[in-house]
């Protein structure tokens, strides 16, 4: 198998039989990154001479130290999304207001990834200030699907996606507010998960809405998602939402059948507006699960369809009050030519920052003002608060939930940017679960008739990640679709 598709497990084995060493492996990475990242627009910023000298530390590590020893993601090449502050290396959130920020210190993500052994190779492009599900509001241009180069990989990790599913980065880390990891992993064709509010610290990312960003990885199969969530989860003092509870051991809790597993199928998620293709691949992936073992009952979510428009009163109201810190003093771009205070606020954050953003800022500014807070923010709290407890109804009966992750495969680039809320209706079946704040999780689950990839959503209650791992791991064991790679 070509060098740039093998596994975390399988590179680590190879780095610890000294078959390849770490500066091999990132040489012939930062190739490939500089053969493809012109058709994808994966990456923002790339650092080979700080990859190259971290892995030839690293080489010179294993050089006086047993190979046994090794942690798991050692000499392993990886970008990161550009919304995880990295020490010394560029971070601009894809926005222009952040251009040239260099951040004095890693988030705590990074900083365990690092500590288990990884080479950063650079920053992943993604939707400005992570507000988009295509990747097309990046200030630094659209990232591109590589299973077809005319459309979107999704948003607003898209450039996380692309790389992993392209094989310039063997893994990453995307970030999850409304499906930012799960529709990109479902139009890539790859694996990803979004953990449970507060299992991975946040300290260090750039903040979008707080109480429902979560760090969560993204890999080419359900094995590498485990490893890479192992690493990352874990309690922060320096994150207040952070939970101090254990981390069960993930890999233990692959398996290959499903023997006394109960799946619950929403029916509100298989209504009018789901593509006829992805809902036959979901309904052929089920009959692979019931072969497996599980048993498959409906069941029923009955606010699901107040989900978006909560979503799009509590994410902006968030975004407006995190956003306020760019103001042209503190962080970033500046407006020049400028002659009051005020002036420089609003010239700093009118020329600073993209229309999405604005359009966000706005919208969540008019529903914390005065006279409307109580007609729209406090309304959709509690209609966030109805929807996780038909979630937890409905966990009660089954052990995890079986759903499509987005509507449609992947759409062409500039098909949905003039219709907002066309493109808002793309997180519709993974927001409710952010809204929630429980684990979920896309597995590559089929191909369309244009072969465009198709995810398959998996949701499980508070800190139940390893039922996800044991279902997911049990249907890829069983099919074949997480072995396609795009042609290149």
Known sequence: MELAHLTLFEIHQKIKAK???????????????????????????????????????????????????????????????????????????ASKILGDYIPPYNSTAVQKLLNAGIILTGKLNMDEFAMGSSNETSHFGPCKNPWDLNRVPGGSSGGSASAVSSGISYATLGTDTGGSIRQPASLTSIVGLKPTYGRVSRYGVIAFASSLDQVGPMAKDVRDCALMLQTIAGYDPKDSTSVNQPVPNYLAALKKDLKGIRLGIPQEYFAEGLDPEIEKSLQQALQTLKELGATVKPVQLPHTEYGVPTYYILAPAEASSNLARYDGVRYGFRAKNIETLLDLYEQSKTQGFGSEVKRRIMLGSYVLSAGYYDAYYLKAQKVRTLIRQDFLNALKEVDALVTPTSPTCAFKLGEKTDDPLKMYLSDIYTINVNLAGLPGMCVPCGFNSQNLPIGMQLIAGPFAEEKLFHVAFAYEQATVWHKRRPTL
Not at 19 to 25: F, G, K, L, P, T
Not at 34 to 40: D, F, G, M, V, W
Request: with cysteine; aromatic share 4%.
């Open 19 to 93: 078959e390849i060493s770490c500066q091999e492996i990132t040489a012939a990475q930062l190739k490939r990154i500089e053969k493809l990242n012109a058709q994808l627009n994966a990456f923002i910023t790339l650092c080979p001479e700080k990859a190259m000298a971290r892995a030839q530390e690293l080489d010179q590590h294993l050089a006086k130290n047993p190979a046994s020893d090794l942690p798991p993601l050692f000499g392993v090449p990886m970008g990161l999304k550009d919304i995880f502050l990295t020490e010394g290396v560029r971070t601009t959130c």
